[in-house]
């Protein structure tokens, strides 16, 4: 998947993408969200907030920023926080998932939805997530991942030609991205219709910085 690709499929899709995107995903956007954002005043990163259909479901003493490479797609999510006044938004970035701006240990949390197959770099994108997030903080990823099903599975391979020019990735195996990613996943669960995409809840583990 090429950032490009992503860039320009999310530019064409924004004016329609909450239309489309909108109900079908929002069983996982509530999910994640109510798993990563479970205790008070936590400081909270989504990766590929979009147009920002998560946003009003954070809790109001919360402290959320989202990033995105999608101009486009950012600019609804601001319209959207002002429209709604999500105060607890506390900011809203292009930027790259796999080259994160913030520093080492910046947030308490990390949610990511819809991402990980349509980012250039899997592994590249999973580590920014947990440099960013604290030692034993919570990182939540919600993605569709390449079926178990025979069936399903040939068509998908099938498809997955076509579907990288619009910017997804139908052939994405869970196996290569629990490998390469080094994610903690301490649970897995189905979501969204027919359980067709996956929930993973993540532990990040890593030592913590050493105290100056």
Sequence with gaps: MELQ???RTYRLFSG???????????????????????RPGQRILEVGVG?????????PDSHVVGIDISAEMLAKAK?????????????????????????????????????ASVV????????????????????VVV?????????????????APL?????FHPDFPLDAFRRDSGLS???QRPSNLFGYWKLLRCVNEKKAAALS
């Design 163 to 167: 579907a990288r020019h619009i910017g």
């Design 16 to 38: 329609s993408y909450d239309v489309v995107f909108g109900p079908v995903f929002h069983p996982g956007r509530k999910a994640a969200v109510r798993i990563a954002n479970d």
């Design 51 to 59: 147009t920002g259909l998560s946003l009003p479901y954070f809790r």
């Design 120 to 139: 250039p770099n899997p592994a590249r994108f999973a580590a920014e997530m947990r440099r960013v997030c604290i030692a034993g903080g919570t990182i």
């Design 79 to 115: 319209g959207r926080v002002a429209r709604l006044s999500l105060a607890h938004v506390e900011g809203l970035h292009v930027m790259d998932a796999e080259n994160l701006e913030f520093p080492d240990n910046a947030f308490d949390a990390v949610l990511a939805l819809y991402v």
């Design 5 to 7: 690709d992503t860039i």
């Design 143 to 159: 993605n569709h991942f390449m079926s178990e099903n025979i069936v399903l599975r040939f068509m998908e391979r099938r498809l």
């Design 185 to 187: 996943i301490r649970e």
